[in-house]
Each structure stands twice: as structure tokens, then as C-alpha cells.
């Protein structure tokens, strides 16, 4: 089993509709990461969390650090939030980033 | 523009023979890191470096080598003792190796070996 857990795997959505990708994770940590992935191939890393919500325009990132868990929600999503959301966390030995294999989102207008 | 920069973007190699990824930074970053991702894969650590002239393995680092002579310049080279390494490349870099440090990605080389 993954140390880091991502669902669904794919998701698809018509434009406008609010989307919420899951996070789930077996270790202790010290902070947990979410990023995208365009097409391309290039990543951004759009939060950093180690407690509570952080927003950032339609974009909104949650962690509750007692079920292990975070999600990240896309408000009125638009075609251009086409991507893969991955998220990541820090183990709290803190030696290195454990990746889940990503969320592949479509957005159609 | 500060950022990291990859090269090539796609690069193809016959089997056998060693290969170097290129990757710069002018973030003024200490911590650089070296990431291998396959399809239906999580992000694996190769090699990473958290100051010059010190770099430390990995969980994938068999088959690969680096150095790290200049701050702004962390080098992958995929040697022939790497059973598989037909993968995409992705290099990285922070402040400095913190939990709390955000990660900043290059955009990645394509290596396909024939």
C-alpha cells in the first residue's frame, strides 16, 4: 500500500462545477504539499500546509492532521484547471517529499 | 526571470550508452533535487544535494550519478547500468531542505533510450 493515497484517479467535470480531490496518507508529517502538472510536463506547487485551510483564489486546500487527511477543491472550475493535482507529503523524520501518483482532472466547457 | 531550466526537453539515447541531464537554477537556491516519474507513478527522489559539494542517494539512485560543483548547477547522468531509464526527468530546487520549503520544478527532459 501507497504511503500517499489520491482520489479518484480521474476525474471530469463540466466547466463551472466544483471539484474536490482527496488526499490520504499513513505516516506522521510535517507538512503536506499540493501540486499540479500541466500537460506539458512542467509542476507548480500551488499549497503548502502543515495545519488547517489556506485559499488561493478558486482554489482551496485542507488538512486535518488527526485523520490524515487533505483535500483540495476547485471552485467554478475552468477548462485552463486541466492538469494532474498531485499531492505530497514530508515525513516527519523529514528526509524527503512521498508523492501520491496523482489526480488527472478534465475540465469541458 | 528566475527559474530552473532543463535540457534538453526530449533526448534520445541508444542502450549502453551514459547520458547527462542538464539543470540550472538562478533562484539562489542551496537544496537541489533530482525526481524520476513513470506513468501511474508517484514522484520518486534519485539524488539530492542540500549544499556544494555534497549530495546524498536517493531511493531510486542505482544506475544514476551527479555532481554538484556549482550552486547554480546540479547534473544527472543516467549510466548503462540503468536497467530501465526510458522515463520523464524532473529536476528541482528550494531554499533549502525544509519540510516547509516550497519545492520550484524545471520542466522536465523526456528520455527515451532505443
Known amino acids: 500500500k501507497n504511503e500517499v493515497e489520491q482520489s479518484p484517479q480521474n476525474l471530469t467535470a463540466q466547466e463551472g462545477e466544483f471539484i474536490t480531490i482527496n488526499c490520504s496518507y499513513s505516516?506522521?508529517?510535517?507538512?503536506l504539499h499540493w501540486l499540479q502538472q500541466h500537460p506539458g510536463g512542467g509542476i507548480v506547487s500551488l499549497f503548502m500546509?502543515?495545519?488547517g485551510k489556506k485559499k488561493h483564489g478558486r482554489l482551496i486546500a485542507t488538512i486535518n492532521i488527526q485523520e490524515k487527511h487533505s483535500s483540495l477543491h476547485i471552485t467554478a472550475s475552468h477548462p485552463r484547471d486541466s492538469a494532474v493535482y498531485i499531492c505530497?507529503?514530508?515525513?516527519?523524520?523529514?528526509?524527503?517529499?512521498?508523492f501520491g501518483t496523482g489526480t488527472r482532472l478534465q475540465v469541458f466547457p | 526571470d528566475g527559474g530552473i531550466t532543463q535540457s534538453p526537453k526530449y533526448l534520445f539515447r541508444k542502450e549502453g550508452q551514459n547520458v547527462t541531464l542538464s539543470c540550472e537554477q538562478n533562484?539562489?537556491?542551496?537544496?537541489m533535487y533530482w525526481y524520476r516519474q513513470d506513468p501511474g507513478q508517484g514522484l520518486r527522489l534519485i539524488y539530492y544535494?542540500?549544499?556544494?559539494?555534497?549530495?546524498q542517494k536517493g531511493d531510486i539512485a542505482e544506475g544514476y550519478s551527479v555532481s554538484r560543483e556549482k550552486k547554480e548547477s546540479f547534473p544527472l547522468t543516467v549510466t548503462s547500468a540503468q536497467k530501465n531509464p526510458t522515463a520523464f526527468y524532473l529536476c528541482?530546487?528550494?531554499?533549502?531542505?525544509?519540510?516547509?520549503?516550497?519545492?520550484?520544478f524545471g520542466p522536465g527532459t523526456r528520455l527515451t533510450v532505443l
Open positions: 528541482a530546487s528550494s531554499i533549502w531542505d525544509s519540510p516547509y520549503n516550497e519545492q520550484f
Open positions: 505516516v506522521g508529517i510535517s507538512a
Open positions: 500546509l502543515s495545519s
Open positions: 505530497a507529503v514530508r515525513s516527519s523524520r523529514g528526509d524527503k517529499l512521498i
Open positions: 533562484l539562489n537556491h542551496d537544496a
Open positions: 544535494s542540500q549544499i556544494v559539494n555534497d549530495f
